[in-house]
């Protein structure tokens, strides 16, 4: 089912089998994805990364993120687009910035609970029934659940990652810093630099992050340039020094050593890798 409006917004709800999973390579510009699998046993590569979904877990993605199938037996797709609802405009309501979409470089996988997923699974049947709607109030309803299903998973999201434990002013700072270094990682690698940006001194940074458990701001910054870096390997024809030049390195050697110090292998065995499929669920970047 896809709604599809005047100003070329657009809102999609798919029951994916092994039949269509073809329709999961469909990508446009700005699109917004979220998938929630309803068997065990699903395996799809997102970046380089194999990675193993079972009954209930959701993921969420971005135009940005590269997805190659490889087993799906049974997933719910949600699509939108940015005219359909902008993510960031309506952040301060929804507060996905840097935690569901946009600023991270994990992918945010979800392991809602019993009844998180009662909650979720009468919401979803709510929107398959609006989509069968066609008067003029259509668009709106599907926005508000939408929205909806939004704040449910980012709740889910919160709680599974303990985001309560800190207060919103400091998780709005580091989802600031997130979303910022999404923005700049090509061209911006210390934190002191994001840190004037935020207008905070860097070792206020370094305490917010220190404090919510997260990595250290310097670990998220270059973990974002490896991200782009396994992308461009893994999905381009791009030699290595180009690749290196497009994250900010001017020095071919440079990137080399920053690749193989957080990957264990040099970007060629990982280019040679990945094109073959092997490369596994982990990264030195993990550590």
Known sequence: MKYIGRTNEFFEVVDITSDNCS????????????????TDNNKITIDAVEHQFNTNQI????????????????????????????????????????ILYYGSSN????????????????????????MESKDTLQLEMLQMMLKRILI????????????????????????????????????????????????????TIS????KAGNKTPLQFIQKRRMLEARRLLRYTDKGVSEIGYEIGF???????????????????????????????NSSGMNA
């Open 23 to 38: 329709a999961l390579k469909d990508t446009q510009k700005g699109q917004l994805i979220l998938l929630w699998f309803n």
């Open 59 to 98: 993921v969420c993605l971005t135009e940005f993120h590269k997805v190659e199938i490889k087993k799906v037996y049974g997933v719910k797709l949600l699509r939108f687009n940015k005219p359909f609802y902008c993510i960031l405009d309506h952040d301060s309501e929804v507060g996905c910035k840097g």
């Open 107 to 130: 992918v945010p996988i979800l392991s809602p609970s019993e009844k998180e997923t009662e909650i979720l699974d009468a919401v979803w049947k709510m929107l398959i029934l609006e």
């Open 152 to 203: 449910l998973c980012t709740r889910i999201y919160k709680n599974q990652e303990n985001y309560q434990a800190n207060d919103n002013n400091k998780i709005e700072i580091i989802r600031d810093f997130n979303y910022l270094v999404e923005q700049h990682f090509r061209e911006k690698h210390t934190v002191a630099e994001y840190a004037k940006l935020l207008n905070k001194s860097p070792k």
């Open 207 to 210: 305490n917010l992050f220190k």
């Open 250 to 280: 001017n020095d071919v050697q440079a990137f080399s050593r920053f690749f193989k110090k957080y990957e264990g292998i040099s970007s060629s065995e990982f280019r040679n890798l990945a094109t073959a499929g092997n490369i596994a």
